[in-house]
């Protein structure tokens, strides 16, 4: 059973910075991606961005040139490095697993799921 663990939101001013840790433990075999999500009150969850075992590595539009994925593996834990937010980032991130080799920005591609955690934006 794997297990993820975020931490690291919180509120900000839009413009700021804020960085996302995904803590995985467990049993796991590789090759695996992990992803962040978010999910907006009333909206559907929305991909992020994910990075593979081979640090491979793709983006929402919304996220390109301002987040960053990266991993430690001597940590077992993936960051989200969020600059310049912005209101619109309001939302509760979601870390998640999926035992493939293979990115998908589909939710429904990933097994793993974390607890979440809100960040805000405030204008």
């Known amino acids: 059973q794997v297990q993820l663990v975020e931490s690291g939101g919180g509120l900000v001013q839009a413009g700021d910075s804020l960085r996302l840790s995904c803590a995985v433990s467990?049993?796991?075999?590789?090759?695996?991606?992990t992803a962040w999500f978010r999910q907006a009150p009333g909206k559907e969850r929305a991909f992020v961005a994910a990075?593979?075992?081979?640090?491979?590595?793709n983006y929402a539009d919304s996220a390109k040139g301002r987040f960053t994925i990266s991993r430690d593996n001597t940590k077992n834990t993936i960051y989200l490095q969020m600059n310049s937010v912005k209101p619109e980032d309001t939302a509760v991130y979601y870390c998640?697993?999926?035992?493939?080799?293979?990115?998908?920005?589909?939710?429904?591609?990933?097994?793993?799921w974390g607890q979440g955690t809100q960040v805000t934006v405030s204008s």
């Open positions: 998640a697993l999926r035992g493939f080799s293979g990115i998908s920005d589909n939710h429904q591609m990933y097994d793993y």
């Open positions: 467990g049993r796991r075999t590789r090759p695996y991606v």
């Open positions: 990075i593979s075992w081979s640090d491979r590595t």
